[in-house]
Nanobody, 124 residues
């Protein structure tokens, strides 16, 4: 079973950038499609971006398209989320997730493992 640990969250001003990391252990990350989700206070967890096994396919929610970029380094067993032009509405706990198929992961289904989450706060 793979375990995931997110890092890189924090407090940033609107317009700033952060890079989140999701490090895997226990099993090679190359076996999984990966997704990033977020959950703001009082709201449901939402899918924001996903990437296929070897990174050839990426999917973005409209809310982050053009601002966020997902990448993966299977040699380092890590997935990254580069977040630029951050807005106060991006404030949330961000989670990474591993699954078998990207299209299924995007629906928050077939998730093998969730990370514990990392807080991102964007001040106006």
């Amino acid at each position: 079973q793979v375990q995931l640990v997110e890092s890189g969250g924090g407090l940033v001003q609107a317009g700033g950038s952060l890079r989140l990391s999701c490090a895997a252990s226990g099993r090679a990350l190359r076996n999984y499609a990966m997704g990033w989700f977020r959950q703001a206070p009082g709201k449901e967890r939402e899918f924001i971006v996903g990437i296929s096994y070897i990174g050839g396919i990426t999917k973005y929610a409209d809310s982050v398209k053009g601002r966020f970029t997902i990448s993966r380094d299977n040699a380092k067993n890590t997935v990254y989320l580069q977040m630029n032009s951050l807005k106060p509405e991006d404030t949330a706990v961000y989670y990474c997730a591993a699954g078998d198929i990207l299209g299924v992961v995007m629906r928050a289904q077939g998730i093998v493992t969730w990370g514990q989450g990392t807080q991102v706060t964007v001040s106006s």
